[in-house]
Nanobody
Framework: QVQLVESGGGLVQAGGSLRLSCTASGRSFSTYTTGWFRQAPGKEREFVAAITHSGRSTKYADSVKGRFTISRDNAKNTVYLQLNSLKPEDTAVYYC???????????????????WGQGTQVTVSS
């Protein structure tokens, strides 16, 4: 069993930055692809970014490419999401998720991810 805990969300002005962290319990965390999703009020959960277990491959949604960076520290069982140049439309609850079916490939489909954290709120004011 894997438990994921997100942190680092908050209120920030447009153009600002935040760094989200996702820390996991369980030794299998570092073995698998990990992703970040977000869900804004009244909208469906959407893919943001993902990283393979080695960290060699990453993938980003077009809406965040060039502004967000995903990284991981397997020794700390933690995946990070650096959010720069934030926009009001980035406001959402951000979720960390683990895909136990993939090691060095990435899917952007939320249903393919097996474990989810409780989410952390990011609010960007204009």
């Amino acid at each position: 069993q894997v438990q994921l805990v997100e942190s680092g969300g908050g209120l920030v002005q447009a153009g600002g930055s935040l760094r989200l962290s996702c820390t996991a319990s369980g030794r299998s965390f570092s073995t698998y692809t990990t992703g970040w999703f977000r869900q804004a009020p009244g909208k469906e959960r959407e893919f943001v970014a993902a990283i393979t277990h080695s960290g060699r491959s990453t993938k980003y949604a077009d809406s965040v490419k060039g502004r967000f960076t995903i990284s991981r520290d397997n020794a700390k069982n933690t995946v990070y999401l650096q959010l720069n140049s934030l926009k009001p439309e980035d406001t959402a609850v951000y979720y960390c998720a683990l895909d136990r079916h993939r090691i060095e490939t990435i899917t952007t489909t939320a249903d393919d991810f097996d474990y989810w954290g409780q989410g952390t709120q990011v609010t960007v004011s204009s």
